[in-house]
């Protein structure tokens, strides 16, 4: 699971073409892959993070640049929680 998230988030980086925010997530990603492993196995987390993966999907496909947003910030407030 842990390659294919990392691989998935990478992806979206790139679609973005955000060179500066790619950069910028490749640096923390270094810092907290321990964090980020142990978050992932908190209850239910794992289930959660696939599920905001699904609801940033649908909004991609959609079209829809505000879903596709607050889905985003939604994963990520989520995934720093569960890593405090």
């Given at each position: 699971f842990f390659v294919i998230n990392e691989q998935?988030?990478?992806r979206l980086l790139e679609i973005a073409g955000n060179r500066w925010?790619?950069?910028l997530s490749t640096d923390l990603r270094k810092v907290m892959k321990p964090n980020r492993q142990h978050s992932l196995h908190k209850q239910g987390r794992?289930?959660?993070?696939l599920d905001e993966h699904e609801t940033l999907m649908r909004a991609l496909v959609a079209h829809d640049p505000t879903a596709a947003t607050q889905a985003m910030l939604e994963h990520f407030r989520n995934g720093l929680e569960a890593a405090t």
């Open positions: 998935f988030h990478m925010s790619r950069q794992l289930q959660e993070s």
